[in-house]
Each structure stands twice: as structure tokens, then as C-alpha cells.
């Protein structure tokens, strides 16, 4: 029988690219391999319990990848494991030298920043959701009901921005990392 494994929220959890490829290789070296990864695999992440092996891996924030990401990855002996909304997971089975997928400083730093715009726009997102919704709170003629209800909106997106702005100044502490 195969065991199985949940793992709730782990982007989440590991928000600086590197802190995440290290917490999938710990996985990985204690024989925990995602089954597989998708949209909703920020949530929820399955994994399913096999021969610990060690294995690279590289999480890289592609919005709209060029013609040839995927190609050059694979090229290089990277498989490609799956991909949450922009956010693309890559492998790679080693035995000895630790392989790399950004060759240089410049790039991991340009993947980081990668990540810290996606957020940023997520946190801009949620703080004008804040403030369109405390507007319409205080200005339009509605009954108690559907203020409360505004009200509750307009905590929930605060609290969004919030959260996410403090994801930012971690990923910004860590850009070179």
C-alpha cells in the first residue's frame, strides 16, 4: 500500500524561492515525492512516500515563458515536475555536485524579483479591493446587512494586503538568496 502525504499551503510557508527548492529537497531526501503538482497544489500538495532520492529543485516564476523555457530546461536534464499559476517546478537527480539552474547571481536575483512582483501586484490588488470596499461602506445608501457585509470585505482584503506585504519585505530581505 502507498502512503500518502497532504501538505497545506507551502508556497505560502517557503515565500523565498530557495526556502521552497529546499524544503522539496528535504522531501525528497525523506523519500517524499509530489505526485503531482497543479493550480490547486497551493493548497493542497500530495505527495506519495518512495525511495528518498536526491533531487534539485528549481521553482521559477514565469508569467509568460519565452518559446524555448520549457525545451532548455529539459535540454539540460531538468524534468519538469508541474506548475502552480506562474510558478513553474522544475528536478533534477544528482548524485555528487549539486546542480544549478541559474548559473549566476543576476539570475537568481531576476527569479526573486520575478516573485516579489507577483506579489506585490497581489498585495496592490487586495488594498484597493480594501479601499473600494470601505468607500462603498461609508458612502452608498445601504442597509446594516450589507454595510456588515462590506465591512467584512474590507477586513478580509486589509488583512490580505497586509499578509502579502509582509511576504514582500521577506522576499525583498532575501532577493539575493
Same mark, same amino acid.
Given at each position: 500500500?502507498?502512503?500518502?502525504?497532504?501538505?497545506?499551503?507551502? %508556497?505560502?510557508?517557503?515565500?523565498? %524561492?530557495?526556502?521552497?527548492? *529546499?524544503?522539496?529537497?528535504?522531501?525528497?531526501?525523506?523519500?517524499?515525492? %509530489?505526485?503531482?503538482?497543479?493550480?490547486?497544489?497551493?493548497?493542497?500538495?500530495?505527495?506519495?512516500?518512495?525511495? %528518498?532520492?536526491?533531487?534539485?529543485?528549481?521553482?521559477?516564476?514565469?508569467?509568460?515563458?519565452?518559446?524555448?523555457?520549457? !525545451?532548455?530546461?529539459?535540454?539540460?536534464?531538468?524534468?519538469?515536475?508541474?506548475?502552480?499559476?506562474?510558478? /513553474?517546478?522544475?528536478?533534477?537527480?544528482? *548524485?555528487?555536485? !549539486?546542480?544549478?539552474?541559474?548559473?549566476?547571481?543576476?539570475?537568481?536575483?531576476?527569479? *526573486?524579483?520575478?516573485?516579489?512582483?507577483?506579489?506585490?501586484?497581489?498585495?496592490?490588488?487586495?488594498?484597493?479591493?480594501?479601499?473600494?470596499?470601505?468607500?462603498?461602506?461609508?458612502?452608498?445608501? /445601504?442597509?446594516?446587512?450589507? !454595510?456588515?457585509?462590506?465591512? /467584512?470585505?474590507?477586513?478580509?482584503?486589509?488583512?490580505?494586503?497586509?499578509?502579502?506585504?509582509?511576504?514582500?519585505?521577506?522576499? !525583498?530581505? *532575501?532577493?539575493?538568496?
Amino acid at each position: 500500500m502507498t502512503e500518502k502525504n497532504v501538505q497545506w499551503l507551502t %508556497p505560502f510557508r517557503y515565500v523565498v %524561492p530557495a526556502d521552497y527548492e *529546499n524544503w522539496f529537497e528535504a522531501q525528497a531526501a525523506a523519500g517524499w515525492h %509530489p505526485v503531482k503538482v497543479g493550480q490547486w497544489s497551493s493548497i493542497a500538495m500530495r505527495f506519495a512516500k518512495g525511495t %528518498p532520492k536526491k533531487y534539485r529543485y528549481v521553482v521559477d516564476m514565469q508569467a509568460v515563458p519565452k518559446k524555448d523555457y520549457m !525545451r532548455t530546461y529539459q535540454e539540460f536534464g531538468w524534468e519538469f515536475v508541474g506548475q502552480m499559476a506562474s510558478a /513553474l517546478v522544475w528536478r533534477r537527480e544528482y *548524485n555528487s555536485e !549539486r546542480p544549478e539552474s541559474f548559473s549566476d547571481a543576476q539570475s537568481r536575483r531576476g527569479r *526573486n524579483k520575478r516573485f516579489f512582483w507577483a506579489v506585490s501586484v497581489s498585495c496592490f490588488l487586495f488594498a484597493a479591493g480594501a479601499l473600494v470596499t470601505a468607500g462603498a461602506a461609508v458612502f452608498a445608501p /445601504l442597509d446594516a446587512e450589507r !454595510r456588515l457585509e462590506l465591512w /467584512l470585505m474590507t477586513a478580509f482584503c486589509a488583512a490580505a494586503s497586509a499578509g502579502l506585504g509582509f511576504v514582500m519585505a521577506h522576499i !525583498r530581505r *532575501n532577493i539575493d538568496k
